[in-house]
């Protein structure tokens, strides 16, 4: 049967950095370490400065055994919200470009109002002659 499992935002997992309360995020997983900080072989400092990102080239990079992946998931308590990770980005982005275009139109309009101007009046001579002909 499958297993339903907790969303945990990345921002959410980073509040917990501290020696008496301590997340790390591994391979899309979360994991409480808080009760295993002071047991874990590679020192609580490691764990700690492994929270609020992806721990999981760190974990991979110490070489960590079987049974130490074993005893991980008693730690895990719920998985990483992926799409939490793309839409902060997303947005800083969008609302960058929006307000780039915003500028860039009030600059062009603010520099060359006299294009727009000459155009209506050419065109209301033009009627005008246009209209006396008939
Ligand atoms: C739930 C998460 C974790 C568990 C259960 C865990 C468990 C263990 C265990 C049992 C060992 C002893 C060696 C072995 O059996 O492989 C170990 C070593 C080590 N761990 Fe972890 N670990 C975790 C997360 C991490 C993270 C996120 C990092 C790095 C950011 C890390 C860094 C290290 C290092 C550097 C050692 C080597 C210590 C040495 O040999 O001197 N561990 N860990």
Redesign the pocket.
Known sequence: MAKLSKLYTMQEAAQHNTSEDCW?V?DGKV?D?SS?LNE????DD??I??TGKD?TD??ED????K??RE??EK?CIGELDESSLAIPELEIVRAEQASDISKKIVEFTQRYWVVPVAVAGISAVVGFLYLRKK
């Open positions: 790390v591994i994991y370490v295993y874990h072989p590679g020192g490691v764990l400065a492994a721990a760190e974990f110490a070489g960590h055994s049974s130490a005893l991980m730690f």
